[in-house]
């Protein structure tokens, strides 16, 4: 097969590639850049050296639609909503890794992202990439909208529960730290490392771009249910999402009731895994990998369910996501090219 990376050289495409020349059924690989074509990969990024060369193409989508099986865009919003049009129509299938696909109604996305939505056509097309949960529809997809990162951890650890029908329509608050890369390899103010370092803020208070896609997939579940509270922090770390989220239950149900749902709906997914009673997961337990782990209580004194939900947000949350929707949408083993542990410490 024969896939491109769009934004290879943005911390997501990177881990795309690293992905990429380790799955058996990928035997060749283009990398596009918007701002560099015609340099060396390994020049840029020397970590790279030593395996095969790459260089870097110009973006030719009636070139690219014909040559690739597949094609990743790891780009920032605004891009593939232009782009993918472009490339449909081919037997080329398409992952994007951006929010540009993900929000079905236009009029959201463009109050969320403040750019121009994605034609209908587009949008129509697009499935939702969670494979845990959306499997079927993955399999026969042309087009896949890789979800976001802090969606990815939040759907995981409330997908269970919500789909249910269990849980308090106005109860849920979902408290998520991001590692810094979460912004991608361009600096600002606020990732700077002299701000980061040793500093814990909290940013996009009520606003983040995420909030519609977490309630669309949560309400497609359970249509009762009323807008979440979501905040989201900074940790400074390089990697890993944390979502600790509240909820309340309609009616009482003991913590080891609670635990077998979710072990039902997970054990047979290669990706999740929920802890046992009393544990509680940290991100360096899925540092570097495509897993997301899950653990979860009920306060006896005020009835409120906490559970935690942890992720690599370079991996589940983007790039590792990716590939596990390529292998289901060409019908590969999911795990196929995923199996590295996490790496501790
Ligand atoms: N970082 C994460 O944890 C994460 C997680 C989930 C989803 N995402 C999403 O994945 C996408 C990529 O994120 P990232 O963190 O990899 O971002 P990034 O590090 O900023 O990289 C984005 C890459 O896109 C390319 N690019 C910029 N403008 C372009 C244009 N007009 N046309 C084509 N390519 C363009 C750039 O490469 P060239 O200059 O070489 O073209 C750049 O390296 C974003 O939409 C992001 O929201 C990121």
Redesign the pocket.
Known sequence: MKAGI??A?????IELLRLLTNHPQVKAITLF????AGEKFENIYPQFRGGESYVLHD?EPEKMKEDLDVIFL????G?SSQLTPQLQGSHAKVID???DLRIKEPATYEQWYKKEAAPDGTLGNAVYGLPEWNQEQIEKADLIANP??YPTATLLGLGPVVKEGLVKPDSIVIDAKSGV??A???PNPITHFAHAQENFQIYKVNQHQHIPEIEQQLTIWDDQLEPVTFSTHLVPMTRGIMATIYLQLKEGMSEEDLRQKFKSYYEPQPFVRVRESGGFPCTKDVYGSNFCDIGLTIDARTKRVTIVSVID??MK??ASQAVQNMNLVFQYDERTGLAPLPVYP
């Open positions: 769009v934004g050289t943005g911390y997501g495409g850049s918007s701002s560099q973006l790891a780009t920032p919003s891009v890794l951006s929010g976001g990162c890369s979460g991608g390899k361009n947000n370079l949350g983007a």
